[in-house]
């Protein structure tokens, strides 16, 4: 596979673009003529270090080839190599020329500036990162994120910010291992999930088979379950729009109003469940006996956590305790339909 293809559709990992140095290695060292060279498009946003380039001057002719854009003649790799010879009174350069598009070029200019010589400030990073999303839109937050040096959570923020401005991105993504993944996981997510409460002991992989998930979010997925959290994160529920219904069936209807609450002692209702034999001796009800150890609260842990939070952080987390309750009020309905 050519350098350009691994580029355009990244197969098993990013850093495999550690084949592109071994590409770039093969070119041959030829002599280029400075002045036929351009400096425009750099993922430099405040050009050459003025300091380094003084720096490696100082090395004299005891530096690598620079990596040029044939097409074009764009310097790749070795912006501050070039400025170095001039300050030293060259008139040319040992370079390699590669044959890629743009596009490419613009990628493997920022993967070479990360991985050696003067590294790109963050500032740079967000900005190749913010480009590369445009330039390959079907790639993964993770395979952007490798190109770049920065998370795959920065380029999700990233991703979204530019998402506005730019529309009609496609709805699935090329993921590290080379397949094509939905950008919006979370009807997949509750698929996988629906899966594992029916059974537990599915695999990993067969479960992202039939879910089209990758067998890492499969895997967190089931982290989640065992935690007794929503399989979807928060983050995909509030930015990817509408959080997707997990089955068709109509919900039941909400308890009465006026129906109060009948007094429970928390703590005595859970030692009864966890020695219910129903519960304990199946994966299922283990799930739901740890869940159920996890999100019961009383009156006394509220009054300790409601004490803890800063008052900047009351609506927010006011919101959440109104949809948590939401959650319970519906549980409690299909539980009492059940009992019914």
Not at 142 to 169: E, F, L, P, Y
Not at 284 to 294: E, K, N, P, S, V
Request: aromatic content about 2%; glycine content about 6%.
């Amino acid at each position: 596979m050519s350098l350009t293809e691994q580029l355009t559709c990244p197969t098993a990992d990013l850093d495999e673009i550690e084949p592109s140095a071994i590409w770039i290695a093969s070119h041959p060292i030829t002599r280029v003529r400075i002045g036929s060279l351009v400096f425009e498009d750099s993922p430099r946003l405040d050009g050459e270090d003025q300091d380094h380039v003084r720096m490696l001057a100082e090395a004299g002719d005891a530096l690598p080839p620079i990596t040029v854009h044939r097409p074009t003649l764009r310097v790749i790799d070795g912006a501050h190599r070039v400025r170095a010879a001039l300050l030293n009174g060259r008139a040319g350069i040992a370079a390699r020329l590669l044959d890629c598009d743009e596009a490419a070029a613009f990628v493997l200019s920022v993967k070479a500036n990360i991985t050696h010589g003067l590294p790109l400030s963050r500032a740079d990073r967000a900005a190749a990162a913010a480009r590369i999303i445009l330039t390959h839109p079907r790639w993964s937050d993770r395979a952007v994120a490798a190109a770049t040096g920065i998370s795959d959570k920065t380029v999700s923020r990233i991703r979204s910010q530019t998402a506005a401005q730019h529309s009609g991105q496609s709805g699935t993504r090329l993921g590290r291992d080379g397949r094509m993944r939905p950008v919006d996981s979370g009807q997949g997510r509750r698929r996988a999930a629906a899966i594992f409460l029916d059974r537990p002991d599915a695999g990993l992989r067969e479960v992202a088979r039939a879910t089209g998930l990758s067998p890492a979010t499969v895997r967190d997925v089931r982290q989640r379950i065992d935690r007794g959290e929503d399989p979807v994160p928060g983050r995909y529920r509030s930015v990817r729009g509408p959080r997707p219904a997990a089955t068709n069936r109509p919900r039941p209807p909400a308890a009465p109003a006026d129906r109060e609450a009948a007094p429970v002692d928390r703590q005595k209702l859970l030692a009864k469940l966890s020695e219910d034999p129903s519960l304990r001796l199946n994966e299922a009800g283990r799930r739901a006996l740890r869940w159920l150890h996890h999100y019961s609260v009383d009156g006394d842990s509220i009054e300790t956590l409601e004490q803890g939070l800063p008052c900047h952080w009351a609506p927010e987390v006011a919101d959440l305790a109104r949809s948590c309750a939401a959650a319970w009020s519906e549980l409690a309905a299909q539980l009492q339909q059940r009992a019914e």
